[in-house]
């Protein structure tokens, strides 16, 4: 936004006050001395504290995801660097599990595999992610999280979303992937029972392994303080180099440079739904995707050098 | 099959009255009996109203005096309203509904019994599945002393249903209802002042449209389904959304300090908040409404979006 331009809303701003106006309407006024996309976004804004948008059914909410994008933009350009290979192997339609690594307590992984589809994958979809049940205890986390695409990691929401032909995305590792010390990092944790697998083969919907290398190096923890995390009702407690010693400024992730690479799908339907059953099947299926993520992992973090510059 | 007999508990209620009116109005149901303590909301036409508590055992009796074949469970109480106790909504629900069912034990022509039971058995949960199904009632403790009524309700009903395999018994579990002729404890919270909300947390609240309340329950009755069944508006709302559709201003609480903040409320002649709804208003509920649209064959005409919008506008 030009400087003139933002001094003349300011002006309008004042004026329709001053006139006696609503802030929204004087919001409104002021908004046509602003250029075309900062217009846009402000009656987004004033339209959605109307009540006039909409959520579907999970809570999803494309029109805010759209207003926060930019953020998320800059961390993936600027703060990340991130590099995607292979965003075309996504099925463009169509119900589909992508099977990643997981790093760190919050989810950024996810959101960035969420921006990488946006923005290299020929049919743009935002996928749905499972998260870990903690997050939807927190405040403001959990509304943020289920805005942007987020569901409580229930099995029932992954058959129902893939029923409903979506593209979701699991973190198999669960939150032994999120709590591994800093020395393991990229060793990929047991990847469950196979749930993630049992529910693919009775949707039928491919799944997608895909490897995210620099989650890693964001929140490095190196110790964990088990007493506190009991008391807070987290998992674990992580101490990193700058948590908790610089308060909140300690969430600020590091600037490390990203990898994901989407790998070749694995097909499940032509076993039909009742292999959900057949237990040696689900486990190989299991370990067939965690070595292809696990192998991945290794190849892009050699290509990708150094972490941070 | 001859004409039906139908038999209606809490016909005094809002949704009892009209379920017996519409049933006036359909030839294939040849006797509507209404059982309350209260007179109906108006003037009704064929229907035989008795009088008499459910709590008491002299119901036995008129049931099976009256010769239905549909008994229509409707005096289960959400929450207490003003001059009920506590301890008089944990009647009326539990040994009434024990009562009525014993009575329909003596009653040699019922074929089907639909009771008209609440999704809140499922409680509000952060960590639940985004949408219930039917069979999901066991996956959280029942924290409040409503669920653990709906509960108790239940297993007898389950009780009495494997008991009686030639009586088919349906449970029908309500989400919330709004509408224009409805007062709900949603209606009321949406026509305050201002209403709070927990600070940080905006869960999806899934509601039911009064018109589809009436017209699930007819489609119950019509085609009997056994086991239970959730009756809800396809979709959810988030709750902020649903605020600012009724435009309230909001007024955020910090967690702890809900509690607290809205007993003031309370004493100061603001609605009271009963601990489903506050959790309600904390984690939100959704269930999946799919045995609804296929076996009892009710599609709902109103998404919860929609429901909402009717409200706002007749409010």
Known sequence: MSDAGALAFMRRLREGLDAGLELPEALSRGAAALPRDARDTL????????????????????????????????????????????????PAHGRALLASNHA????????????????????????RFLVLNWAFDLPWVSALIRK???????????????????????FPEGVKGTGKPF????????????????????????????????????????????????????????????????????????????????????????????????????LELTEQVRDTVQQAVYANLLRRGSAFV | MAGRRVLITGVGSYLGTLLAARLEEDPSFERIVGLDTRAPRRQLGRTELIE???????????????????????????????????????????IGSLQLLSACGQSPTIRAIVIRGSAGIYGSEPHAPQFFGEEMTRMFPLRTRFQR???????????????????????????????????????????????????????????????????S?????????????????RGTIGLARMIRMAHRPMLPIVGPLFGPVTDVGRRLGF???????????????????????????????????EAVRDWVAAA
Request: charged fraction near 25%.
């Open chain 1, 148 to 170: 942007v695409g987020g569901v409580v990691a229930s099995p029932y929401n992954a058959l129902r979303l893939l029923e409903q032909d979506h593209l979701v995305a699991v």
């Open chain 1, 43 to 90: 009656e987004r804004v004033l339209r959605r504290l109307e009540g006039e948008h909409e959520d579907d059914e999970w809570g999803f909410d494309e029109d805010f995801t759209d207003l926060v994008e930019p953020f998320f933009g800059f961390l993936y350009d600027r703060w990340w660097r991130v590099k995607v290979e292979g965003a075309h192997r996504v």
């Open chain 2, 149 to 215: 009524d709906v509960g108790e309700i239940e297993n007898y009903f389950e009780t009495y249903s494997r008991r009686h395999p030639e009586i088919t018994c349906t449970m029908l579990r309500y989400q919330p209802a709004i509408g224009p002729s409805l007062a709900t404890q949603i209606t009321r919270y949406l026509s305050q002042p201002a209403c709070p909300t927990y600070l940080g947390f905006d869960p999806r609240i899934q509601l039911v449209h009064e018109a589809d309340a009436l017209d």
């Open chain 2, 52 to 94: 008499a508590d459910i709590r008491d055992p002299s119901i036995a009796p008129l049931i099976a005096g009256a010769e239905v074949d549909t008994v229509v469970h409707n005096s289960i109480v959400r929450q207490p309203g003003p001059g009920m106790s506590a301890r008089a909504m944990h009647d009326i629900n539990v």
């Open chain 2, 271 to 305: 609605d009271s908040y009963s601990d489903d709804f506050r959790r309600l208003l904390r984690y939100g509920r959704g269930v999946d409404i799919t045995r609804l649209e296929q076996e009892v064959g009710h599609r709902p005409r109103y998404s919860t979006t």
């Open chain 1, 183 to 282: 020395a393991e990092r990229y060793r990929l944790q047991r990847f469950g029972r196979g749930g993630f697998v049992e529910i693919a083969l009775r949707a039928g919907a491919p799944i997608v392994p895909v490897a995210v290398v620099g989650s890693e190096e964001i929140y490095p923890k190196l110790a964990d303080v088990p007493a506190v995390a009991r008391v807070i009702g987290a998992p674990f407690f992580p101490v990193t180099p700058t948590f908790p010693w610089l308060g909140p400024l300690g969430v600020v992730p590091l600037p490390s440079r990203w990898r994901i690479e989407f790998c070749e799908p694995i097909d499940t339907a032509r076993y039909g739904p009742d292999a959900a059953g057949d237990r040696s099947l689900v």
């Open chain 1, 104 to 127: 760190g307590i919050l989810p950024w992984d996810a959101t960035m595999i969420s921006v990488a589809l946006t923005r290299e994958h020929p049919l743009p979809r935002h996928p």
């Open chain 2, 217 to 233: 329950l007819v489609a119950a009755i019509k085609r009997p389904v056994r086991g239970a069944v959730n009756v809800a508006a």
